[in-house]
């Protein structure tokens, strides 16, 4: 039974992070191209790498916790390894602009 558990939330997470990057990925298009940005070249895995760390964060602090599978090992993210992710996720989201 725990490997059902764990298959649905393996499901629920792959949702998660593929709805998650699309909704983040097209709100950074929207504005980059408002603010008349050329994501184009050598920049463009920036932004994904700043929306995967962030869905990371997410996941990890909040919903693996609402989830199917419970295990005694899941723990959030300590608060200074959350703020450094956070941190470097925003200077990949802000460094297309000064460049």
Known sequence: MKWVTF????????IFFALGLMVLGE???VLYQSLGI???????????LANV?????AYHNWL???GWFKSPV???LTKRT???????ALLLLIFPFFI
Request: hydrophobic share 60%.
């Open 7 to 14: 298959l649905l939330e393996f499901i629920r997470f792959l």
């Open 27 to 29: 709100l950074e298009r």
């Open 38 to 48: 050329q994501m184009g070249g050598s920049l463009w895995w920036m932004p994904g």
């Open 53 to 57: 760390l962030l869905m990371f964060i």
């Open 64 to 66: 693996q916790f609402s």
């Open 74 to 76: 899941n723990r959030k």
């Open 82 to 88: 959350t703020l450094a992710l956070v941190c470097i």
